[in-house]
């Protein structure tokens, strides 16, 4: 397998005038085309700093991040952006579904910003849907469906652009048991099916269905381990 995700030295310091903190203080890690990660850790660990580099929603003060062969590290917000569009997909805990527009037409919206013609955008997003097992709600706005339902549309706008890395945020964090349940065994038949998938969760029950934890506390990589489903694999 060849990397996907490539961290070396990465720091994060934030200032505030005289005051610094470092959330992460030399992360490094590798992470292969095709796996399943869960990045675990206490509210305050680090693990929402990650994510943010990890999404490129931001930059490392110190160190590097190579995502798919790509130096992300020194990136203007414009190329950074084109990356988020292009090699990753987000699923959020709060879903980010606007209310007023359809499934397919949330489903659709990053392939608005790439340019799309509206035919192929409507082809590709009911084709996302129908994959996540939501091919008869393509015309139903989000206040009616269940939570666990409006995650998966989320997960299907997350893959409509194909993306090489699905980063999921707290996915399962606003959810019922029986729709965490749901989401959780779609991202197995993701991962079945080849997707990098990265989790970041604060559950150990939600990290055990990833295949590598690893576990994040006071900025620093403490634990590095294949999971039951992992070592088994």
Known sequence: MSALIELDGVRKTYRSGSLEVEALRGIDVRIDEGEYVAVIGPSGSG???????????????????????????????????????????????????????????????????????????????????????????????PGELSGGQQQRVAVARALVTEPALLLA?????????????????????LHGSGRTIVLITHEPDVAARARRNLVIDDGVITVDRLTGAGASA
């Open 47 to 141: 693990k929402s700093t990650l994510m943010n580099l990890l999404g490129c929603l931001d930059l490392p003060t110190e160190g590097r991040y190579v995502l798919a062969g790509e130096d992300t590290s020194s990136l203007d917000e414009a190329a950074l952006a084109a990356i988020r569009n292009r090699r990753i997909g987000f699923v959020f805990q709060q879903f980010h579904l606007l209310p007023s527009m359809t499934a397919w037409r949330n489903v659709e919206l990053p392939l608005v910003y790439a340019g799309l013609p509206r035919p192929e955008r409507r082809e590709r997003a009911i084709a996302a849907l129908a994959r996540v097992g939501l091919g008869d709600r393509v015309d139903h706005r």
């Open 169 to 189: 945020d707290e996915p399962t964090g606003n959810l019922d048991s029986g729709s965490t349940r749901d989401v959780l065994e779609l991202l197995d038949e």
